[in-house]
C-alpha cells in the first residue's frame, strides 16, 4: 500500500529567525567588540605612552653682591602726607570748587559751607562791641571828672583847712575811686564782646574749607546741598568733603617675610615695579622698617620711599618691591642662593618637594625651602641650580611619568 507525502515536514516554524538575520546580526555584535577594543586600546596607548605637555623653569643662582635682589615683596603705593578733609563746624555744603585730581595749595578754598546765620552772628558781636566802646568813653570821662573834683577838693583842703570840711574831701575820693572801678569794669566788658566778635569771625571763616597742605584731591566725599560736620553723626551727614594727598611723599608699603627682615635694613637701595608698568623699574630707598611684627601674618611692615617722582605712579597701585644687597668686597667670593617660583614647591605629608624634569620623566625631589619672598622661594638644600623644575601642567604628578617639557611663561 502506498503511503502519502508526510505532510508535517511542511510546517513553518515562525518565531525562528532567518539564517541571513543571524548573520547579519553576529556581524554586528563583532563589529561592535573590535570597535570597543580598538578605543580602549587607543585611550590606554595615550595614557601610557604618550608624554604629557607640562610648564617648566630652570632653576636660577643668585648672588647677593654687586646689587643683586636680596628679598622681594609685594605691596601697594600709598602717600605719607594724606587727609580727610573736613569742615571744623556743621553746616550744609554750598559750594565745592575743587573734583577729582585738582591740584590746590595751602590755604586754597576747597569748599564752602551755608553762612548767612554766622554773618549775623559777626554783626551782632560787632554792634556788641562798638555799644561796650561807647558806655566806656562815657564812663571814662566820668571817672576823669571825678577824678578832677577829688584833686580839686583834696588841693584847697591842703591849702585852707578851714574852707572844705574832711568828709567833703572823703566822699570826692569815694565817687573818684568808683568812677575809676565803672570804667574798668566796663573796659573789661569791651574786652569780652571783642572775644565774642573774635570767636563769631572765626565761626564765619570756618565755614570756608581750605587746603590743609599742597596736594592733589583724591576724591570727593560729599556734594553740594549735604549735610557736613567735623565728624560722622549718621543719617545724612557727612564727615569729610574732600580726600587729598601729597603725591610727592609717595611711597611703598610692603610687608616682608619676618624670616627675611633682617635682610633689610633703613635706607637700604631698591627696585620698585608697578603691576600697571611691569617693563618699567624705579629707583627707591628704604625709609623705615615698622618696629612690630603682624603676629598672624609672620610679616613686618616696611616703607620704601620713592626716589624716581613719575606721574604715572599713583596712590593705591599694587607694586613689587626688590631689596637690592650692597656689593661685595673686591675679591671677595659672592653667596649664591638657590630660587625657584614658589607654585614649583609642593607639600606632601607636611614635606616640601618639588617636581624635576629629567630625559622627559618626572623625578620627585625632597627640599628644604624658605618663606615665599614675592612670587619665588629660597631652596636651602635639595637642588643645586640648573635643574628643570615642574610649574604647571599636571595636578597630581607621578614618579616616572612621561612629560613633554614646555618653558613657563613669566608671570607679569
Known amino acids: 500500500m502506498a503511503t502519502g507525502p508526510d505532510l508535517a515536514k511542511l510546517h513553518i516554524d515562525r518565531d525562528a529567525p532567518a539564517p541571513g538575520v543571524k548573520r547579519a546580526f553576529k556581524r554586528t555584535v563583532w563589529l561592535a567588540g573590535a570597535a570597543i577594543v580598538m578605543v580602549a586600546a587607543l585611550v590606554l596607548a595615550l595614557r601610557r605612552g604618550g608624554p604629557a605637555p607640562v ?8 648672588a647677593t653682591g654687586g646689587g643683586a635682589i636680596g628679598v622681594v615683596a609685594n605691596g601697594y603705593v600709598v602717600a605719607r602726607t594724606k587727609a580727610a578733609v573736613s569742615a571744623k563746624i556743621p553746616g550744609r555744603l554750598a559750594s565745592l570748587s575743587v573734583s577729582e585730581g585738582s591740584f590746590v595749595r595751602k590755604g586754597d578754598v576747597i569748599a564752602r559751607l551755608e553762612s548767612a546765620d554766622y554773618a549775623a552772628s559777626v554783626a551782632e558781636a560787632q554792634a556788641q562791641l562798638a555799644s561796650a566802646r561807647a558806655t566806656l568813653i562815657e564812663l571814662s570821662a566820668d571817672r576823669d571828672q571825678l577824678q578832677r573834683d577829688f584833686n580839686r577838693v583834696r588841693d584847697v583842703r591842703d591849702q585852707n583847712p578851714d574852707l572844705v570840711a574832711p568828709q567833703e574831701v572823703e566822699t570826692a575820693e569815694s565817687r573818684a575811686r ?53 565728624s560722622v553723626g549718621g543719617g545724612l551727614t557727612r564727615g569729610a ?9 609717595l611711597e611703598v608699603e610692603v610687608d616682608v617675610n ?40 609672620a610679616t613686618v611692615q616696611v616703607k620704601v620711599g620713592i626716589l624716581d617722582h613719575d606721574p604715572r605712579i599713583l596712590s593705591e597701585m599694587g607694586a613689587k618691591v626688590e631689596f637690592l644687597e650692597e656689593p661685595t668686597l673686591p675679591g671677595a667670593a659672592a653667596p649664591r642662593r638657590v630660587l625657584v617660583p614658589a607654585v614649583a614647591v609642593r607639600s606632601d605629608s607636611g614635606r616640601a618637594i618639588v617636581w624635576l624634569v629629567r630625559n622627559g620623566r618626572l623625578e620627585r625631589r625632597d627640599v628644604d625651602a624658605g618663606p615665599v619672598s614675592g612670587n619665588l622661594r629660597e631652596i636651602r638644600a635639595g637642588l643645586s641650580g640648573g635643574e628643570l623644575v615642574l610649574v604647571g601642567g599636571l595636578e597630581n604628578p607621578r614618579a616616572g611619568q612621561r612629560v613633554r617639557p614646555t618653558p613657563a611663561t613669566p608671570s607679569p
Open 258 to 297: 619676618e624670616a627675611y627682615i633682617a635682610r633689610v635694613r633703613s635706607g637700604q637701595r631698591a627696585r620698585i615695579t608697578l603691576d600697571a608698568y611691569p617693563d618699567t623699574a624705579f629707583r627707591g630707598a628704604v625709609r623705615q622698617v615698622v618696629p612690630t611684627a603682624d603676629r598672624q601674618r
Open 178 to 230: 568808683q568812677g575809676e572801678a565803672r570804667a574798668t569794669s566796663q573796659a573789661a566788658r569791651v574786652e569780652a564782646a571783642a572775644a565774642s566778635e573774635r570767636l563769631a569771625e572765626a565761626n564765619l571763616e570756618n565755614t570756608i574749607i581750605r587746603a590743609p597742605f599742597t596736594g592733589t584731591v583724591l576724591r570727593k566725599e560729599a556734594e553740594v546741598g549735604e549735610v557736613v560736620a567735623p
Open 241 to 249: 568733603v574732600v580726600t587729598m594727598a601729597d603725591l610727592t611723599t
Open 55 to 62: 610648564q617648566v623653569v630652570t632653576v636660577s643662582l643668585s
